[in-house]
């Protein structure tokens, strides 16, 4: 568990944590060109952004490892989890999946958790972490997950009706991502990532036979839920 920011060791987790994620993101962004670029017949554009994607997550790992270093700690001192090289195994045999599970789902949730991981770093004390997710980690990781999306839309040819591109996404998810997205979820950023509630709020659902008004209800519910949890932390930030 990584705690919430009050103690050192807690601190020291939580951007420990942030460490090994940035590791993965690096060999993963690095991977996507090399398994799937020329065996797709990728445009140019395509393998410059991910290299553009894989210099910046060097780059978060670079800081975010020296800054653990200056809090006393250091990478690999603590266990950690492989769920997202579990998710590039899955993924491995398709791009259409790669692009939708690793960077768009995995992404958007580090935006969704990001603001909360900020604001226990502020609360406990821990100014310089916080500053370094704020002012340079949280807006590059936008970027990245606005590029998922983009290569995801590309595979299905700009003549492809958007209701099926977002259909097409909800069906790669659920076939290759465990469980379903949990909220709450932040709609601001990924707006900005020209992530709309349309391509995640499904997906926070079970995919059941049911009415379309008990779907309605779910989303209704899902919609209530970040509401409250919004005004939770307005309130903690008070």
């Known amino acids: 568990r990584l705690g919430k920011g009050g103690t050192l060791a807690s601190r020291q987790a939580i951007i420990h944590s942030l460490v090994h994620i940035e590791s ?17 017949e990728m445009p140019r554009e395509f393998f410059d952004d991910f290299v553009s994607v894989a210099q910046e997550e060097a780059k978060h790992f670079t800081l975010l490892n020296e800054r653990l270093e200056q809090m006393g700690s250091n990478y690999g001192s ?23 599970v690793e960077h768009c789902v995995h992404e958007a949730r580090g935006l969704d958790v990001l603001p909360q991981t900020i604001r226990r770093l502020r609360g406990g004390g821990d100014q310089d972490s916080a500053d370094l997710l704020w002012n340079i980690i949280y807006k ?14 590309h595979l ?21 991502f465990k469980g379903i997205l ?20 499904p997906l926070a659902i079970k995919p059941i036979l049911e009415s379309k008004e008990k779907q309605s209800e779910n989303l209704e519910e899902i919609f209530e839920e970040n509401c409250k949890v919004a005004t939770a932390e307005r309130c903690e930030e008070a």
Not at 156 to 176: I, P, T
């Open 182 to 201: 949990k909220p709450p979820f932040n709609e601001e950023a990924r707006r900005a990532a020209g992530f709309g509630p349309e391509w995640y709020l």
């Open 24 to 40: 993965w993101a690096v060999d993963l962004s690095w991977d996507i060109i090399a398994r799937f670029g020329k065996q797709r």
């Open 78 to 100: 603590l266990a950690a989890h492989d769920g997202l090289w579990e998710s590039a195994s899955e993924t491995a045999g398709s791009l259409e999946a790669r692009l939708a």
């Open 140 to 153: 590059e990781e936008i970027t990245h997950c606005a590029v998922g999306l983009k290569w995801f839309r």
């Open 156 to 176: 299905h040819g700009s003549e492809a009706d958007a209701q099926d591109v977002v259909a097409s996404f909800h069906e790669c998810v659920r076939k290759h």
